[in-house]
């Protein structure tokens, strides 16, 4: 079998996906993006093909190394969310060849089904309690929200109040029971983030993602020493390399590998064993479409140290089409009680709508990251 063509789409709301095409009629699927740089990944996509058309797509180890060694210059977003889309559509490619799912070919299922969280509130999050309550009531059992708009390196007290008070909001509106991920999202600085973060302990948050930025998680014995609750981070890492020194630090409770961002399935696989080896969880970071979501599934099936699945169903950047509207059967990911069954479709285990795809690509997109300024004029992180 043999490699014989890479095609790449850019689609609403702000996604890329990739098939690559082989002289047997076997064919793939990946999403290699960067959200806000589609365009690039997809230029680096087409640089990278000069590698592969031709292989023999089933050496997947092999092509894997001579994509990430081959260039000289590594790592980084940008080549590792291409590297990423390649990878997934290359176990696609092998589970659907020998006509099993992807994490049989990784030794098999260790469990039957996997909790998903969703998100509520958007960037500026509001209307908090009445959502919180729908999402319970469609069954899910965890669910994720950001802590706070945009935050000054020191700002008043009052900010840290006011993102309190919308996590209490959130807690009351569902009991002790349902977990309540509370997501910084890089926005809250050291000096700010070391008071929120203990104001936040009487909620009993499920984790606090991205308390800090990820060039200042050295900080993080500082600050989130003696919590009550789990630390995460990792959807702005990109391989190994950078969660051993995390891992190795005893940094974080939880790492959120991004499998569009972090090379694939087969790094993903890599980052989890080394984040089990230091007794750390895993919850793949995942706001993007159904094949990234189906890749981290797979993941998550051979992984003991999964415990909860981001999806981006119903989210609050996904205007004009949804996860399921690029799929021609969308039972896989159907999410029953909170709970995701474990696939048993050959490859990744959702089927593409081509054809979706292609009419779509003739909108795409050129989705950016909102630009915020705080009330002086300068740059304030999203």
């Given at each position: 079998?043999?490699?014989?063509?890479?095609?790449?789409?850019?689609?609403?709301?702000?996604?890329?996906?990739?098939?690559?095409?082989?002289?047997?009629?076997?064919?793939?699927?990946?999403?290699?993006?960067?959200?806000?740089?589609?365009?690039?990944?997809?230029a680096a996509v087409e640089e990278l093909s000069d590698y592969v058309i031709g292989k023999d797509p089933r050496n997947i180890q092999d092509i894997w190394?001579?994509?990430?060694?081959?260039?000289?210059?590594?790592?980084?977003?940008?080549?590792?969310?291409?590297?990423?889309?390649?990878?997934?559509?290359?176990?696609?490619?092998?589970?659907?060849?020998?006509?099993?799912?992807?994490?049989?070919?990784?030794?098999?299922?260790?469990?039957?089904?996997?909790?998903?969280?969703?998100?509520?509130?958007?960037?500026?999050?509001?209307?908090?309690?009445?959502?919180?309550?729908?999402?319970?009531?469609?069954?899910?059992?965890?669910?994720?929200?950001?802590?706070?708009?945009?935050?000054?390196?020191?700002?008043?007290?009052?900010?840290?109040?006011?993102?309190?008070?919308?996590?209490?909001?959130?807690?009351?509106?569902?009991?002790?029971?349902?977990?309540?991920?509370?997501?910084?999202?890089?926005?809250?600085?050291?000096?700010?983030?070391?008071?929120?973060?203990?104001?936040?302990?009487?909620?009993?948050?499920?984790?606090?993602?991205?308390?800090?930025?990820?060039?200042?998680?050295?900080?993080?014995?500082?600050?989130?020493?003696?919590?009550?609750?789990?630390?995460?981070?990792?959807?702005?890492?990109?391989?190994?390399?950078?969660?051993?020194?995390?891992?190795?630090?005893?940094?974080?409770?939880?790492?959120?590998?991004?499998?569009?961002?972090?090379?694939?399935?087969?790094?993903?696989?890599?980052?989890?064993?080394?984040?089990?080896?230091?007794?750390?969880?895993?919850?793949?970071?995942?706001?993007?479409?159904?094949?990234?979501?189906?890749?981290?599934?797979?993941?998550?099936?051979?992984?003991?140290?999964?415990?909860?699945?981001?999806?981006?169903?119903?989210?609050?950047?996904?205007?004009?089409?949804?996860?399921?509207?690029?799929?021609?059967?969308?039972?896989?990911?159907?999410?029953?009680?909170?709970?995701?069954?474990?696939l048993d479709q050959p490859g990744l285990g959702v089927s593409i709508d081509e054809e979706k795809i292609i009419e779509r690509s003739q909108e795409g997109?050129?989705?950016?990251?909102?630009?915020?300024?705080?009330?002086?004029?300068?740059?304030?992180?999203?």
């Open positions: 079998m043999k490699i014989t063509a890479l095609k790449t789409w850019q689609v609403p709301p702000r996604w890329m996906f990739l098939k690559i095409e082989t002289d047997e009629g076997i064919v793939g699927w990946g999403e290699p993006v960067i959200e806000g740089r589609a365009a690039t990944v997809q190394q001579m994509l990430y060694r081959g260039g000289f210059y590594r790592g980084g977003p940008i080549l590792m969310s291409a590297i990423a889309g390649i990878d997934q559509a290359l176990w696609d490619i092998k589970g659907k060849a020998l006509g099993v799912p992807v994490h049989q070919l990784l030794g098999g299922a260790v469990r039957d089904k996997m909790r998903m969280y969703c998100w509520i509130g958007g960037d500026r999050p509001g209307d908090i309690g009445r959502q919180a309550k729908e999402v319970v009531a469609k069954g899910f059992t965890a669910f994720k929200m950001n802590g706070a708009p945009e935050m000054q390196i020191v700002d008043s007290h009052r900010k840290v109040d006011e993102a309190v008070a919308r996590a209490a909001e959130a807690r009351e509106a569902v009991g002790p029971d349902v977990g309540i991920a509370i997501d910084f999202h890089g926005r809250v600085h050291r000096p700010m983030a070391k008071t929120l973060l203990r104001e936040l302990e009487s909620i009993h948050p499920l984790f606090v993602e991205e308390p800090v930025l990820s060039e200042q998680l050295h900080c993080l014995p500082q600050i989130a020493s003696g919590l009550s609750y789990p630390i995460a981070t990792g959807e702005r890492m990109f391989t190994r390399y950078d969660f051993r020194a995390i891992l190795e630090g005893r940094m974080v409770d939880i790492v959120q590998p991004d499998l569009c961002h972090c090379g694939g399935i087969t790094e993903g696989m890599k980052i989890a064993t080394l984040a089990e080896t230091y007794d750390v969880a895993l919850a793949p970071h995942c706001p993007l479409g159904p094949i990234a979501l189906a890749a981290s599934l797979q993941l998550d099936f051979i992984s003991h140290n999964a415990f909860i699945q981001e999806q981006s169903m119903g989210i609050h950047y996904n205007k004009g089409n949804d996860v399921l509207d690029y799929v021609t059967d969308p039972t896989p990911l159907k999410i029953e009680n909170g709970y995701l069954p474990v997109h050129r989705w950016r990251n909102p630009i915020w300024r705080h009330e002086d004029g300068s740059i304030a992180e999203w």
